[in-house]
């Protein structure tokens, strides 16, 4: 059975507002430095690039998806101990990536959403880890059981945590 095309007109296309859009990568961004220090199990879940995933492929605009992972992967950066810009470089790939996939697909649909984000979450990792070894010289080993149990994690957080902020979405 083939998969139904889906024209760039009848892709819905989201706003969020002003608050919206910056409370709430703000609230993931300080939940992701924060709640891993009390809880050390929550640190196999990336809430940024959950939300880069999400605003990308909502407003499903490419200028939009890499400066909204531009912006939280910065702000990531800020909070953490390593160089900034590794995790604003992997956040941009991934927001323009999110935001060009969901103006072409329809990923409204929960098994789309979580094989978007798995696929997203090793681009993620693939891109941090090369730029952290290639251009700032850290000594990182992949480590592939790890690697592809975050990703399921991250693509079955993604389901609910997706549903839970289409909520904020504004039609346009």
Do not use: C
Not at 3 to 12: D, F, H, M, N
Not at 144 to 159: D, K, Q, T
Request: proline share 5%; net charge positive; charged share 10%.
């Amino acid at each position: 059975m083939a998969a139904p095309y889906v024209s760039r007109e009848q892709v819905e296309v989201h706003r969020f507002s002003v608050p919206v859009a910056v409370a709430i990568p703000v609230v993931a961004v300080f939940l992701q430095a924060f709640v891993p220090i009390r809880f050390p199990w929550f640190a196999v879940f990336d809430l940024p690039m959950l939300v880069t995933i999400f605003f990308g492929v909502a407003r499903r605009s490419q200028v939009s998806g890499l400066l909204t992972g531009a912006a939280i992967g910065l702000l990531q950066d800020s909070l953490t101990h390593q160089p900034i810009g590794l995790y604003g470089i992997a956040n941009t790939v991934v927001g323009y990536s999110a935001s060009s996939l969901g103006a072409k697909i329809d990923v409204e649909n929960p098994g789309t959403r979580m094989l978007m984000t798995f696929v997203f979450y090793l681009l993620h990792q693939v891109v941090y880890y090369a730029v952290a070894r290639g251009l700032v010289g850290q000594t990182l080993f992949w480590r592939w059981g790890h690697e592809s149990i975050g990703a399921v994690a991250n693509a079955l957080l993604a389901v609910f945590l997706f549903a839970l902020l289409a909520r904020f979405q504004q039609r346009t």
